[in-house]
């Protein structure tokens, strides 16, 4: 039982670091814009964050509790799979660089589930649907962004600058609202399938014979809160890379950049993918600069941005790895 309560103190710990690591995902543009002072933000990304859970079912936590097969998973095995996710997520904390918080859990997991029963311990499908989003996450963000974008300029081009930006900075509150609850609903989920998981190898919660797993409401609450206390604190490192460095953003900008990023998160969620909000809503600033034009986005930013994509999933993976080797040859269960 003290293992198990470790267990969800350290994926908590996770998922409050998942908060302010991805606040930027929620305020980024929100703050580059002025709409909203970066103290006020935080407060208006964390509320919306949390109340998520009143408007999403639990599909992508089902999806995440059943990644590694039941037979396999152990509390070692998932707390090797956090400690992965966690250290991945503070290096690129660190050199303020936004990564994906899911792909660094999903690599850890994996990375761990690997290293003791080998590939075919892993739900094919999950990873590879989320393989696949990794391309069409960004991908979408960028199309809804740059259309949306066109679409406000063809409506509203006409009317003098200073009226669009008045306008657009009280728009600009909602479509933050928007996406903040698309990151809770999407990315909390993902705390909320490792606890489940753990309940599940723990055996104080019956595993679902082929289906997704239910996820009790304290976990879901729990997890929810979490990464609301999380964003509170913020992300600044990352709110400059995000904000400031990728292109220039105006509340018109800022605006359909967040409402196309809550778009697809919402699309996502509802089919129970895990997807990416950093690669979403990165996709979303781009397709919003390019509209303006081409060189509007720093290329060398966004390089670097993508190489710390490609690399989370074998940099979790590789951590939890070695953990999980650690850990058993210290005499843990594996």
């Not at 605006?255 to 089919?271: D, H, K, N, Q, R």
Request: charged share 10%; with cysteine; net charge positive.
């Amino acid at each position: 039982m003290n293992a198990l309560i470790a267990l969800v103190c350290l994926a908590l710990v996770f998922d409050y670091i998942n908060g302010f690591h991805d606040a930027a995902n929620s305020i980024a543009t929100v703050v580059s814009t002025r709409v909203l002072t970066p103290r006020i933000a935080v407060v208006w990304a964390a509320f919306f964050n949390f109340i998520a859970f009143l408007f999403f079912e639990t599909k992508v936590a089902g999806n995440i509790a059943k990644g590694v097969h039941p037979s396999v998973v152990t509390l070692t095995l998932v707390a090797a799979g956090l400690v992965g996710a966690i250290v991945w997520d503070l290096i690129t904390w660190w050199l303020a660089l936004p990564t994906s918080s899911s792909h660094a859990l999903l690599g850890g997991l994996a990375g761990a589930a690997i290293t003791k029963a080998g590939f075919g311990s892993l739900d094919a499908p999950l990873f590879i649907k989320t393989g696949i989003f990794i391309l069409l996450s960004p991908a979408i963000g960028l199309i809804l962004g740059s259309l949306l974008m066109k679409i406000v300029m063809f409506a509203f081009g006409h009317l003098a600058p200073n009226t669009i930006d008045r306008n657009f900075r009280k728009l600009q509150l909602l479509s933050a609202a928007l996406y903040s609850m698309g990151h809770g609903g999407n990315d909390a989920q993902k705390t909320a399938g490792i606890i489940t998981a753990a309940l599940i190898a723990s055996g104080y919660q019956a595993a679902a014979h082929g289906g997704r797993p239910h996820v009790p409401a304290w976990v879901v609450i729990a997890c929810f809160t979490a990464m609301g206390l999380g964003t509170l604190t913020g992300g600044w490192r990352i709110v400059r890379t995000m904000g400031m460095r990728i292109t220039k953003l105006a509340p018109v900008g800022g605006f359909c950049a967040e409402t196309s990023g809550a778009i697809s998160l919402f699309i996502a969620t509802a089919l129970g993918v895990p997807v990416s909000t950093t690669h979403t809503i990165t996709g979303s600033i781009v397709g919003t600069g390019t509209v303006q034009r081409f060189s509007a986005v720093r290329w060398g930013v966004a390089g670097r941005i993508i190489w710390a994509w490609i690399l989370t999933v074998p940099g979790a993976a590789f951590i939890s790895a070695a953990t999980y080797y650690a850990a058993t040859r210290l005499g843990l269960k594996p």
